[in-house]
């Protein structure tokens, strides 16, 4: 038992890949990805559609276990854990938490949704979920907007409110690190630009890595930068660089808008 518990305790805020293969049947999406994510800093993947970037960002919480056909190679280690070794994938999932394009709010009060998460986990004292649903809401900006719509359907919020519920319900069992796939690209900008803002303040604290296809949000919140095309991890680095001066010509076309 003593064990299993030390298992739970090694999960880190970094992710480190080794020789990444990913296949839906026949179709190789992902071809021998390497990458060193940091902890505790932004880390953004862009590329045009269909480069395998949302495919993988869903490999480091084991997403694409439920689709059929998949079959993935390669090391995929966060912390110390290597991810598909035998692990719980709940507890993996309870660390590696998920936001997705789409904001998808339960059909249940703004309370039960951020609730729901530590529920699951055994926590059950009103007391203690009070706190909980109050500290995740405020982390995720929303706390004085919604303090007095708790009891209120969260099907009722804004797009807008909605996608930050989404992220305070992810933050509610305190993940060590944050997917984002798209989490912006069906929301308005200054909804945009509340979501930025949040990235920026959880990255104090929280592991995050966005998927996006709006090069100018890269910009704008991530530390480090990862351009994939057509499944190969082509160039990653600082931002500023990958940007500025990137290494690889394929990059300096899509940034520059001649293709994507």
Not at 2 to 23: D, H, P, R
Not at 142 to 147: F, N, Q, R, T
Request: aromatic letters at 8%.
């Amino acid at each position: 038992m003593a064990k299993k518990q030390q298992k739970t305790l090694e999960f880190g805020q970094n992710i480190s890949v080794e020789n990444a293969n990913l296949w839906y049947g026949d179709f190789q999406a992902l071809k021998n990805v390497n990458i060193e994510i940091p902890e505790r800093q932004v880390t953004a993947f862009i590329g045009p559609s269909g480069c395998g970037k949302s495919t993988f960002l869903k490999c480091f919480n084991r997403m694409n276990d439920l689709v059929d056909g998949c079959k993935i190679e390669g090391k995929f280690l966060v912390g110390d854990v290597d991810i598909y070794g035998k692990i719980d994938v709940n507890e993996l999932r309870r660390n590696v938490g998920m936001v997705f394009q789409k904001p998808n709010p339960f059909p249940m009060s703004v309370y039960d949704n951020v609730a729901y998460g530590p529920r699951t986990i055994g926590i059950h004292k009103k007391a203690q979920l009070d706190e909980i649903v109050e500290q995740s809401l405020k982390d995720a900006s929303m706390w004085d907007e919604l303090k007095d719509r708790l009891d209120k359907s969260a099907l009722g919020l804004s797009g807008g409110q909605q996608q930050r519920l989404c992220i305070a319900r992810a933050l509610a069992v305190k993940p060590k690190i944050l997917l984002m796939d798209e989490p912006t690209s069906a929301l308005d900008p200054i909804s945009t630009g509340k979501i930025e803002e949040l990235c920026d303040e959880l990255a104090k604290s929280t592991t995050i890595v966005i998927v996006t296809h709006n090069m100018q949000q890269a910009t704008r919140i991530a530390d480090k930068t990862a351009f994939f095309l057509l499944g190969e991890l082509v160039e990653y680095g600082d931002t500023e660089q990958i940007f500025s001066s990137p290494c690889d010509k394929r990059t300096e076309n899509y940034i520059t808008g001649r293709f994507g």
